[in-house]
């Protein structure tokens, strides 16, 4: 899989037609092809790649793949719920996003920009019942894969190499994160597996490899990205969670939970994460395992122990900087097997007391 074909985009949208038209509702991708634009998958489909490369084109601002009503008014509706959508990953299967495109937080809907969340490589907004399995995530320009009002869904057998090139003061190139000097980065906040404001009843497991921010974020904020795809008569909770076997090497966190300003975030499992760092050519050691909460205010204020509660910690092996950064207020948080290597601290705990 060496010689890229053009217009890759065209060319799975058409075998997704070819698919709806047969009533198979399966399309199977193989090959090397550059995607210009992102590539709706409809209600009811299954999307194959088998021994497949998509990457996104040089310059481009575009997801890979988004659901049929992703960014339609009727999308932010109920009856615009999309449904039963799979991506499954055969042999080789690889979502790249190729040569950054200098799209990031600080510059995104600025001088004609667009929005940061075109740099996704999956962005799947208000989707019940969905499957994203046996994918390798290279090059990620910003998070890989991202949810927002999604529910009973599964990510599994996912593997993440996000980009670790630096730029000094001098403009010299070189590879390998260090914490120090952090405003070297190139793409910052590559993230793995992002769940947002309104995500329910998902299992995230069997994750690897190297993610220059967090693995996995579970987020729960009213920001750009939650104002944007707001769907009227969901719930925003961010619920029902569970993740388990981690093994990465994470440059922020492993696993980050967060909500703040009256978004509940609840009933959260953890099992089984693992700091894979001590021989990573791509990163020094990250800053944390498991980080809920933050003393940064991402929202309008901390939440209460009613908005954060039900959260269950278990299994995690770190040898970041902390193993676990506790911040607000939490109840219910149950926390055990936690292991320390290589000098790392156990906890930091600057919870909102009573």
Request: proline share 2%; glycine share 8%; hydrophobic share 35%.
């Amino acid at each position: 899989m060496n010689e890229f074909m053009k217009n890759g985009s065209a060319y799975i949208t058409g075998k997704i037609e070819e698919a709806l038209q047969n009533e198979t509702r399966t399309a199977i991708i193989r090959g090397c092809h550059i995607i210009d634009a992102p590539v709706r998958i409809p209600s009811n489909f299954t999307l194959i790649l088998e021994n497949c490369h998509l990457r996104l084109a040089d310059g481009c601002y575009s997801n890979i793949f988004v659901n049929e009503h992703h960014d339609t008014e009727i999308g932010k509706t109920v009856d615009g719920t999309d449904s039963n959508i799979s991506i499954i990953g055969r042999g080789t299967a690889i979502l790249d996003g190729g040569e950054y495109n200098g799209l990031s937080e600080r510059n995104h809907m600025q001088n004609g920009l667009p929005p940061i969340w075109k740099n996704n490589l999956v962005l799947f907004t208000n989707v019940s019942g969905f499957m994203i399995k046996g994918i390798s995530c290279r090059n990620q320009r910003y998070w890989a894969l991202n949810f927002v009002y999604c529910a009973n869904g599964y990510l599994g057998n996912i593997d993440f190499c996000a980009n670790d090139t630096a730029i000094d003061a001098e403009g010299n190139i070189y590879h390998g994160l260090k914490h120090s000097k952090y405003k070297e980065i190139l793409v910052k906040n590559a993230d793995g597996i992002d769940l947002r404001r309104g995500c329910h009843h998902i299992t995230i497991e069997n994750i690897t490899g190297f993610t220059e921010d967090d693995s996995i974020a579970l987020t729960a904020l009213d920001w750009h990205l939650e104002r944007q795809f707001k769907v009227e008569g969901l719930p925003s909770d961010l619920c029902d969670i569970t993740v388990r076997n981690i093994a990465t090497s994470a440059f922020c966190a492993n696993v980050r939970l967060l909500n703040q300003g009256e978004i509940k975030l609840h009933d959260i499992t953890i099992d089984g994460v693992y700091d894979t760092s001590a021989d990573s050519p791509y990163m020094e050691r990250g800053l944390t395992a498991i980080r809920i909460g933050d003393n940064t205010m991402y929202g309008t204020r901390h939440a209460t122990e009613e908005e954060t509660y039900n959260i269950t910690v278990r299994n995690v092996r770190s040898r970041a900087r902390c193993a676990v950064t506790l911040a607000g207020a939490i109840k219910n948080l149950v926390m055990y097997g936690i292991e320390c290597e290589d000098g790392a601290k156990m906890l930091s705990d600057q919870r909102i007391k009573r």
